[in-house]
């Protein structure tokens, strides 16, 4: 046996393992350096260390316009909807926990509003995270500028890493914590918390009226939807008005209400309702439901756009 | 539900004229298409069901706005098709508080859908966390039952046959909780093949539209599911929608091009319902006008023998077949998913984004006459000069 050959012999069963951890490492360096490489911005959101050491169970996964639907199938179109950008997946075990966290890179903080204010409902229990966000058992959401994070868990003290997890993103994120700035103009007065949805297609179901935001108000047992229909200018907003008049003529009843301000009319038919709607500058402001403080209510979100 | 099978001898026979011309429709289209004399809405059997539905349903995924399923129902629609994953759970919420405020319950045939991960099927956990998914879900819609419960986006033939699964589904039937069980997929030909024999699923909710005229075996796989007695309900039947994002492109899809889309699929006999999914009451209106109707106008069939469309519907699979073709190494899959960001997503700069990560386009250009041919239907070098077009570089 040649010296070489020995001392492959000797070395070798100590070398290898020592040799295969190393390679793992080099591995996950680069695997994880390579995730870092193709997606740095989400990549740094989640990057060691992380509060409570969760040890990642895998290298993350990445979606893209085309292949969301492999991770949430015809939930994908939704997202889509509100131009979603790129998908990050990680899975995580800590101690007797293991937690899911995947961050949606919307493009602007608007889609992230728009994508988050879609899933979400008035009755959640919202907690003071990121721009806004909400909790329930194993489950925590929250957007902030154009990230919207859905976080969830399951096991041993889930809600405290949870909870953990979200601040320490939030920071990172940085960015815009604000809401969208025409939700903060509109009155307070009945208004439905966490009711407010930024629709990108389609609201209330007509096209022409897109985007547009929309509220939900409460001030009677009957709930009512304000709608903030944004057009680029005065004459696009005309033209918005106009073609719902056409809509509801074809479909039911329109008249003119001169007294609810600029362009203003009534309608209803038998599917949607009544409508209240009148233009402001480029905006058209909808009210379906109206109460029988709709006509003060339009005019009020009407002159706070002013 | 009436379980009166339907008589194609009540149906008027249409030669569709352009069929040969264009090369594009599929046999199917030959044989007998339906057009209810009077106007009549048109109604198929749903496979061994029983359920009798109009041929049009409501994909209700992409709309939040009772108002439509209001309308929908106003119009004659009888089956909303939802999921647990939708909306996080609130389409589902809408669909529920809708269907009672309007008390129709008996009337209506509701399905929803709950998904598992491939990895994770046979313990008593995974079991468990379906049951109780699906509990939630029943709570969100406001009923102690559905009419057809999905296993939702079953990809792969071992995922679908997963016995602890089955026998989950299987369970709930018993119990009463639904009514039927199916199973969603994208993976048509290897999924069908996988459960046919298995003759557990009631119904099969499968991809099926245009851009497919080309795949003799996927329609094929289609119609022996059918043929075995599964109800077929088809999704994704508008292939992308009509709007054009950039206007160095092919101009907006015309309005006839959305019922002669959704006329192609449902002139296949096989398919019992299609659940395209709307969000404006004008769509929803021309959308169940096929219902009524499914044989083509002439500005239909225009459409439908139109190379120009049926260029841009043929989808890459991603196959990589034609990379051996290419002497300059272009990453060809990748140019034709950005042609696919810029037109069916309407994404330019995520499609700008995929052709700087395969390259760019700049070893195209020195290139004549592409020579990568496509195994299947794309004409790869047709896109590539629709990029050039878009500049994405």
């Known amino acids: 046996m040649t010296f070489s050959s020995r001392l492959i012999r000797t070395f070798f069963p100590i070398a290898s393992p020592v040799l295969l951890i190393g390679l793992a490492f080099i591995g996950n360096v680069a695997r994880a350096q390579s ?6 911005q989400l990549a740094k959101l989640l990057a060691e260390p992380l509060p409570s050491h969760p040890r990642p169970e895998g290298q993350p996964a990445f979606y893209t316009p085309d292949s969301l639907y492999q991770y949430i199938d015809g939930g994908a179109d939704v997202y889509l909807l509100y131009d979603f950008q790129s998908l990050m997946h990680q899975e995580f075990k800590s ?12 493009g602007k903080p608007e889609d992230a509003f728009g994508i988050y204010s879609a899933e979400r409902s008035p009755k959640y229990n919202y907690i003071p995270v990121g721009s806004e966000g909400y909790r329930s058992k194993g489950v925590l959401n929250f957007f902030q500028d ?6 969830t868990g399951s096991g041993t003290g889930t809600d405290t890493l949870l909870d953990q997890l979200a601040h320490t993103m939030s920071t990172r994120i940085g960015g ?38 929309v509220v939900t108000y409460a001030s009677t047992p009957k709930e009512s939807k304000l709608m903030i229909s944004v057009a680029n200018d005065a004459t696009g907003a005309k033209s918005r008005i106009d073609q719902l008049t056409k809509h509801f003529k074809q479909t039911g009843e329109c008249t003119p209400a001169a007294e609810l301000g600029e362009n203003a009319i009534r309608a209803k038919n038998s599917f949607e309702g009544s409508v209240i709607a009148r233009t402001q500058g480029r905006y058209v402001v909808l009210l379906l439901n109206p109460s029988q403080d709709g006509a003060a209510l339009l005019k009020s979100a009407a002159l706070a756009l002013h | 539900m009436n379980n009166r099978d339907w008589n194609r001898r009540d149906f008027i026979v249409k030669p569709i004229l352009w069929a040969g011309a264009a090369g594009v429709l599929s046999r199917t289209d030959l044989l007998l298409a339906e057009t209810a004399s009077s ?12 359920l009798k539905l109009p041929i049009v349903s409501m994909g209700v995924m992409n709309a939040d706005v009772p108002g439509i399923l209001r309308h929908a129902y106003e119009l004659g629609i009888r089956h909303f098709d939802t999921a647990a994953v939708y909306q996080n759970g609130r389409n589902e919420e809408m669909v529920g508080s809708v269907v009672k405020e309007m008390g129709i319950r008996d009337k209506v045939v509701i399905s929803t859908k709950i998904g598992t991960r491939a990895s994770f099927q046979n313990t008593a956990e ?40 089955i ?32 003759n557990v699923f009631d119904v099969a909710l499968v991809t099926i539209n245009y851009t497919m005229a080309h795949d003799a075996e996927k329609l094929a796989t289609i119609e022996k599911a059918a043929r075995s007695g599964m109800g077929i309900v088809a999704m994704k039947t508008q292939a992308g929608g009509t709007v054009r994002p950039d206007s160095k492109l092919p101009k907006e899809l015309p309005a006839e091009s959305q019922t002669a889309l959704l006329k192609w699929v449902l002139n296949h006999d096989f398919i019992a319902t299609a659940i395209p999914g709307f969000s404006t009451y004008e769509h929803l209106e021309q959308d169940f006008s096929v219902a009524r109707n499914l044989a083509y106008s002439e500005p239909e069939k225009k459409f439908l023998a139109d190379k120009a469309f049926v260029a841009q519907a043929e989808f890459c699979h991603q196959c990589g077949e034609c990379l051996a073709d290419c002497p300059k190494h272009v990453n060809i899959p990748a140019l034709m998913r950005s042609h696919m960001y810029a037109v069916q997503y309407r994404n330019v700069s995520m499609a700008r984004q995929t052709v700087a990560e395969a ?13 990568a041919a496509c195994r299947k239907t794309v004409q790869i070098g047709r896109k590539i000069a629709q990029l050039k077009e878009l500049a994405l570089v």
């Open chain 1, 176 to 213: 815009n914590r604000a809401l969208p700035a025409v939700l903060s103009k509109l009155p307070q007065l009945g208004r439905v918390r966490h009711s407010e949805q930024y629709v990108r297609k389609d609201p209330l179901g007509h096209s022409f009226l897109a985007p547009a935001y």
């Open chain 2, 167 to 198: 026998e989950v589904l299987a369970s709930l039937k018993k119990q009463g909780k639904t009514r039927f069980i199916g199973i969603s997929t994208h993976e048509t030909i290897p999924v069908l093949n996988a459960v046919i024999p298995l």
């Open chain 2, 126 to 165: 995974a079991k468990k966390g379906f049951i109780d998914r699906f509990d939630a879900s029943l709570k969100r819609l406001q009923m102690d039952h559905v009419d057809i419960l999905y296993h939702h986006g079953v990809d792969d033939a071992d995922h679908a046959k997963s016995d602890g699964q």
């Open chain 1, 95 to 106: 101690g007797g926990a293991e937690l899911t966290a995947d961050i949606y890179d919307m």
């Open chain 2, 359 to 371: 390259g760019g386009l700049g070893a195209c250009a020195d290139c004549g006459e592409c020579l």
């Open chain 2, 39 to 50: 106007g009549a809405l048109l109604e198929r059997t749903l496979g061994r069901t029983g």
């Open chain 1, 35 to 40: 995730a870092a490489s193709t997606h740095p």
């Open chain 1, 146 to 151: 154009r990230y919207y994070v859905k976080l």
